[in-house]
């Protein structure tokens, strides 16, 4: 089992910028792949971001590239999301996942956060 708490939602104006975390514990040394997924009210919950736990690679959905920026901290077993030029509509609550493969869909992650709300303000 992982369990996996996110933190460092906020509101925020538009054109800001919020950074947030996922700390793992648990099982932590079965991690695989660590991803980002958002809920907006109304919509179907999105992939965001997902990176290697082992390895540097990261992939990024289309509405975040050159914005968002995925790292980790693998002493610390912690992902972080840097939100810069934050958007209305990046407002969501923001799930941190783990997963066996790279993917951007729900069903490849195994074990899911309680989710951080984001909002951001125009």
């Known amino acids: 089992q992982v369990q996996l708490v996110e933190s460092g939602g906020g509101l925020v104006q538009a054109g800001g910028s919020l950074r947030l975390s996922c700390a793992a514990s648990?099982?932590?040394?079965?991690?695989?792949?660590m991803g980002w997924f958002r809920q907006a009210p109304g919509k179907e919950r999105e992939f965001v971001a997902a990176?290697?736990?082992?390895?540097?690679?990261?992939i990024y959905a289309d509405s975040v590239k050159g914005r968002f920026t995925n790292s980790k901290d693998n002493a610390k077993n912690t992902m972080y999301l840097e939100m810069n030029s934050l958007k209305p509509e990046d407002t969501a609550v923001y799930y941190c996942?783990?997963?066996?493969?790279?993917?951007?869909?729900?069903?490849?992650?195994?074990?899911w956060g309680q989710g951080t709300q984001v909002t951001v303000s125009s």
């Open positions: 990176i290697r736990w082992t390895g540097r690679t990261t």
């Open positions: 996942a783990e997963g066996a493969v790279m993917a951007g869909e729900e069903s490849q992650y195994r074990y």
């Open positions: 648990g099982r932590t040394f079965s991690l695989n792949v």
